[in-house]
């Protein structure tokens, strides 16, 4: 079956705010998606991230073998935040988006939906 990947983006101005009854509820709806599409065979991989503040972008000047430059914080302003993903394993485009519109994030964010590379081996 194919694979997408679920990538989860909320709002940048929100990012890290609430308070933990706010907090409990998001993680309570999260808990309960991962429940479900887990029983459902659907979640094959994920992660949350750290917020934005802690990403570190990296740029090697000169191609292959040149310096490494890094900078803090995330490659450009955006107003919104990528903050984890979800790796679907779902028979179509059809089914993951089904299943992406259950991810929290969708209700307040976006999800968005993209299928992975296969390599031949």
Same mark, same amino acid.
């Given at each position: 079956?194919?694979?997408?990947?679920?990538?989860?983006?909320?709002?940048?101005?929100?990012?890290?705010?609430?308070?933990?009854?706010?907090?409990?509820?998001?993680?309570?709806?999260?808990?309960?998606?991962? +429940?479900?599409?887990?029983?459902?065979?659907?979640?094959?991989?994920?992660?949350?991230?750290?917020?934005?503040?802690?990403?570190?972008?990296?740029?090697?000047?000169?191609?292959?073998?040149?310096?490494?430059?890094?900078?803090?914080?995330?490659?450009? +302003?955006?107003? +919104?935040?990528?903050?984890?993903?979800?790796?679907?394993?779902?028979?179509?485009?059809?089914?993951?988006?089904?299943?992406?519109?259950?991810?929290?994030?969708?209700?307040?964010?976006?999800?968005?939906?993209?299928?992975?590379?296969?390599?031949? +081996?």
């Amino acid at each position: 079956m194919p694979k997408y990947a679920a990538l989860i983006y909320t709002p940048a101005a929100t990012e890290g705010q609430g308070t933990p009854e706010e907090w409990a509820q998001v993680m309570a709806d999260y808990n309960e998606f991962g +429940e479900k599409a887990g029983a459902a065979g659907v979640i094959a991989g994920g992660e949350a991230l750290e917020p934005t503040a802690t990403a570190t972008t990296v740029h090697v000047t000169g191609g292959k073998g040149g310096e490494i430059m890094t900078t803090d914080g995330p490659f450009a +302003e955006v107003k +919104e935040v990528l903050g984890g993903f979800y790796v679907l394993d779902c028979a179509d485009l059809d089914d993951a988006i089904k299943w992406a519109s259950q991810i929290p994030a969708a209700w307040h964010g976006k999800v968005e939906v993209r299928p992975l590379m296969v390599f031949d +081996e």
